[in-house]
Nanobody
């Protein structure tokens, strides 16, 4: 029972990647979902979160205008489209479901069902 993130890889600065987050063994359509990342030696930080219907979205300042979060509840999948990527975007990216249907926070403690994440490396 987890949210499985995939789609990571090596990309050059200025490039793009699209991550997918698929629910395995649980439903996400009634819950908010967040994307988080953790770089080596740093704390896990919130990148973006999306409400259960997808009509409310919040981005970290560091990714505004470059990343887009979206969801397809029919497929139990949430996406993170990343463009104009920078070396500072290098991290393991995770997705997780809000602890409750009303969760609306960038605090990773408020989310559950973490998967193993997917590694994103931005380097020339």
């Amino acid at each position: 029972v987890q949210l499985q993130a995939s789609g990571g890889g090596l990309v050059q600065p200025g490039g793009s990647l699209k991550l997918s987050c698929v629910a395995r063994g649980l439903e996400i359509d009634m819950w908010p979902v967040g994307w988080f990342r953790q770089a080596p030696g740093k704390e896990r930080e919130g990148v973006a979160r999306i409400s259960r219907r997808g009509n409310t979205i919040v981005y970290a300042d560091s990714v505004k205008g470059r990343f887009t979060i979206s969801r397809d509840n029919a497929k139990d999948t949430v996406y993170l489209q990343m463009t104009n990527m920078k070396p500072d975007d290098t991290a393991i990216y995770y997705c997780a479901r809000g602890r409750t249907t009303n969760t609306w926070s960038d605090n990773h403690d408020e989310y559950r069902y973490w998967g193993q994440g997917t590694l994103v490396t931005v380097s020339s």
